[in-house]
């Protein structure tokens, strides 16, 4: 589903010594079906831009537009809003409360009003997609599993609305580096299998550029930047100077530039990109 | 060299205490023997579960060994009385910033430690002014501990455990949930402990935190499976995946372009020293080629 | 909402008041809640008042940032003052059907209003002027002579300061929770009690489980930093009488003596409506 956010601005405190212009004057585009990153450190606006996104937030100026619809529009109906759009917050899993993995992962789809078939579907689809077996997991207690696949739970449950989009806050925080490896394949695949459009807060600038097409930097509650992560990363000093660091061959590359070397490879970002760039300015040297 | 934590076939089982023949938990920590000396810097690597926290824990007091002991400049954690003396010479840094504040603020909250340890009020001032100062928060001294962001916090705790004075300090995941800014923050301040002398040790989940390192430790199953300075762990890629870690960015580039014969060498670890070591390579190219 | 109630914080300036002891500033508000219910007189109340005037212009928090912290108990204030004026029998000023307005029923209802909003402003200046570790250490204090009656005076200070601590944090909690929920389609705004209580339920349970999670942490964090009760503790800020003190502790005793000798009828005043 496309997303179209126009001239958005969110104020908080308004009228206080404490007042804060969260987002100021915010407008992109988001295509169907694309995996867009969102990066920015803490207080940027990020969160405060994901609650709007889905209908937690009311716009104070600009329009928020799903498809055709205006979400800040009187006679919207904000469940079915928040139902299209899924927003997974950091740390998920503190938000469990059912007796078990299944009951969790069907609060969604009984809050929808679907019949109990239904609902039992969703939650097996669900916990297929995010890899956790029916059969082992749907009847435990979800306060006993290990923090990973209780992150999945959690994700599971957003998942059994089957979202049109899908917003993940930072879905690998904490988790060791095998779980961060899996996670993002899992959310890949899922983008993939269905097709489904996909926002990915995240501090990985790594994982950002492997996954995303399209990538949106905040900064005090501006876009700073919206564009392809090649472009976006092309950046260096002005991500560097709020506190954003580059992909790690973006990275590699930079360092060889601030001493003097010119391998070319202009807009490499991952390893293999950087590498082959490397390799490249090499063979020239050994040949000239 | 001074020997400052010393673990003899250390073991961990939870539940322990109540029924020696049922334990609640698996072996968390099995026959763990390690040695730390005076002013090294080690990080921990290993998956969840691996038994890193338990360990660190067992390394201050905070929880006393099923199995074997632990000595902390001679004092064995399980005696009552060496308590305090052993968690005030190993101080730890948590994971969440939130969770470790126990004063609304700044200045109360790094006074806790001197306070509990009955230190004068005129030597708590000046140990709570050094520590402020040592972490960069002295201007926020009266400030409201709740107002700080992520990282700020983790300095707060950073300097409630300097104002212990204590010989080594633990950071369990102290940098897993800050952003960039705030991680970059905190690993300054343990690079700047280090280089006055201080023993670290830092439990991670980021790679290239561990590269700085004198020594890295993987834990695999309770167990540590290997403890070697980084150079020697990231060049055995295979026993990295194995223990479900992956090697840090910079090794990676290392090692793609290693596999296209250019000879990258071991000790080439993080990215600033590659970029050294390639830019350096093409100046003796460069200058080979003239002479030809 | 929740982020507007300024009742109870502390207001950063520098004053006399912020500067004196705790716990000359906790006796001083018990020994004012004592005092306000003594008068029984007009005169008296506009003596009080005039005195609560000038400490509040010593202490330098705006009135109208404490006028701000009354809002939230507006409500239980114009329904007390509504209770009193219609339930006492005496001399009928109006009616309105079945219901009587007295003249003992008005001047209760305003003495009432002027006890509460009095007794309000004299304890929210004590929380605008001290600071929350101040008022923990000071009721510690107040109350140490208790432990050896084995009343754990510090770990009720300690609670207490933990409590106020934590309250922010789990605000925020509560706030990320519900709004989770909401994500997932939870509805806490509509339907009948029972079914309002029973949509709670995903708010509440992780909430209590994070919160148990956050002491567990706590407890841990606090054992590591050497915690082991108030028996040997020292303090960065420890508590000292000064001069100012030993003032404001001679300005408080007159006062007394002043309000209850008034209050008597003992002094040569006249005592407007009188109670």
Not at chain 3, 74 to 81: A, G, N, P, S
Request: proline content about 4%; charged content about 25%.
């Amino acid at each position: 589903m496309k997303i179209e956010v126009q001239h958005l601005s969110c104020i908080y405190n308004r009228g206080t010594a404490g007042e804060v212009r969260a987002l100021d004057d915010i407008s992109f585009t988001i295509e169907s079906g694309s995996f867009t990153g969102i990066i920015g450190h803490t207080g940027s606006g990020k969160s405060t831009l994901v609650q709007h996104l889905n209908g937690l937030m009311k716009p104070f100026s600009g329009k928020v537009l799903l498809g055709d619809t205006d979400i800040g529009a009187s006679g919207v109906h904000m469940a079915e809003i928040r139902r299209r759009v899924g927003l997974v917050f950091q740390y998920p899993e503190y938000q469990l409360f059912e007796e078990t993995v299944a009951e969790d992962i069907a609060f969604g789809p009984k809050n929808m009003g679907l019949d109990e078939q239904e609902q039992e579907d969703r939650v097996r689809e669900a916990m297929a997609t995010v890899g956790l077996d029916y059969a082992e997991f749907a009847s435990r207690s979800p306060f006993e599993l290990s923090g990973g696949q209780k992150r999945r739970v959690a994700i599971a449950g957003v998942i059994a609305m089957r979202p049109d989009v899908l917003i993940l806050d930072e879905p690998a925080a904490g988790l060791d580096p095998a779980a961060h490896r899996e996670m993002l394949r899992m959310i890949s695949r899922f983008h993939q299998e269905r097709g489904c459009t996909i926002l990915l807060v995240s501090h990985n600038m790594d994982d950002v550029a492997e996954y995303c097409g399209q990538v949106l930097v905040m900064d005090q509650g501006k876009l700073l930047y919206s564009g392809t992560p090649r472009e976006v990363f092309a950046h260096r000093e002005e991500l560097e100077a709020i506190g954003l660091g580059l992909p790690a061959g973006a990275e590699l590359l930079h360092l060889m530039n601030q001493r003097g070397a010119e391998p070319g490879g202009k807009g490499a970002l991952t390893d293999a990109e950087a590498a082959a760039a490397v390799l490249e300015w090499l063979g020239k040297q050994e040949t000239c | 060299m001074n020997t400052v934590i010393r673990a003899e076939g250390l073991s961990f089982v939870y539940g322990w205490e109540k029924d020696r023949e049922h334990p609640v938990s698996e072996k968390v920590l099995d026959q763990v023997d390690l040695a730390i000396e005076e002013g090294q810097s080690i990080v921990i690597l290993g998956e969840n579960g691996s038994g890193k926290s338990t360990l660190a824990r067992c390394l201050n007091a905070l929880l006393c060994p099923t199995g074997g002991r632990v000595l902390v400049r001679g004092m064995d954690t399980a005696e009552e009385q060496n308590l305090y003396a052993i968690r005030s010479t190993v101080g730890i840094v948590f994971q969440n910033p939130d969770n470790q504040i126990v004063s609304s603020i700044v200045e109360e909250d790094v006074a806790f430690g001197p306070e509990n340890l009955g230190i004068p009020t005129e030597e708590i001032r000046l140990r709570v002014d050094r520590a402020l100062k040592d972490v960069g928060l002295y201007e926020m001294r009266g400030r409201s501990t709740y107002q700080l962001s992520g990282g700020q916090k983790q300095r707060i705790a950073i300097a409630g455990v300097l104002a212990m004075r204590p010989a080594c300090m633990i950071f369990d995941e102290s940098t897993a949930m800050l952003d960039p800014r705030g991680r970059k923050d905190v690993l300054n301040i343990m690079e700047q402990l280090r280089a006055e002398g201080m023993t670290t040790i830092l439990i991670t989940h980021f790679m290239e935190e561990a590269v700085r390192a004198d020594r890295v430790l993987i834990m695999k199953k309770g167990k540590i499976i290997a403890d070697e300075p980084p150079e020697k762990i990231f060049s055995r890629e295979e026993l990295v995946r194995e223990a479900g870690l992956e090697l840090p960015p910079a090794i990676r580039i290392r090692n793609l372009l290693r596999r296209n014969g250019v000879p990258v060498p071991d000790r080439i670890l993080g990215m600033e020293a590659l970029a050294d070591w390639l830019c350096a390579r093409k100046k003796d190219a460069g200058g080979g080629s003239h002479e030809d | 909402m929740l982020r507007d109630i300024t009742l109870g914080q502390y207001y950063p300036v520098d004053s006399v008041i912020h500067r004196l002891d705790p716990r000359v500033k906790i006796i001083a508000v018990f020994t004012w809640l004592v005092l306000i219910f003594f008068i029984r007189d007009f005169t008296g109340y506009i003596f009080v008042t005039a005195v609560l005037a000038v400490v509040t212009a010593v202490s330098r928090v705006p009135v109208r940032f404490m006028a701000r912290g009354m809002r939230p108990i507006l409500f239980i204030l114009l329904f007390t003052f509504v209770i009193n004026l219609i339930t006492y029998p005496g001399t009928v000023l109006a009616r309105l059907g079945p219901v009587t307005i007295t003249d003992t029923g008005l001047q209760q209802a305003v003495f009432i209003a002027i006890r509460l909003i009095l007794l309000i402003f004299g304890t929210s200046l004590l929380t605008y002027t001290t600071k929350p570790v101040g008022l923990t250490d000071g009721f510690e204090a107040i109350l140490s002579p208790l432990s050896r009656i084995g009343v754990p005076s510090h770990e009720i200070a300690m609670m207490m300061s933990i409590a106020l601590r934590f309250i922010p944090t789990l605000l925020s909690e509560a706030d990320k929770t519900m709004k989770a929920q909401q994500a997932r389609g939870a509805d806490f705004e509509s339907g009948g009690l029972i079914h309002r209580a029973r949509s709670m339920m995903p708010l509440l349970i992780p909430l209590f489980v994070n919160a148990f999670r956050m002491a567990a942490d706590l407890a841990m964090a606090m054992e590591a930093r050497c915690y082991h009760g108030g028996k040997g503790r020292t303090r960065l800020h420890p508590m000292k009488f000064a001069a100012r003190d030993y003032a404001a502790c001679a300005l408080l005793i007159l006062f007394a003596v002043l309000v209850i000798v008034q209050s008597r009828g003992l002094l040569p005043i006249p005592q407007i409506w009188k109670l």
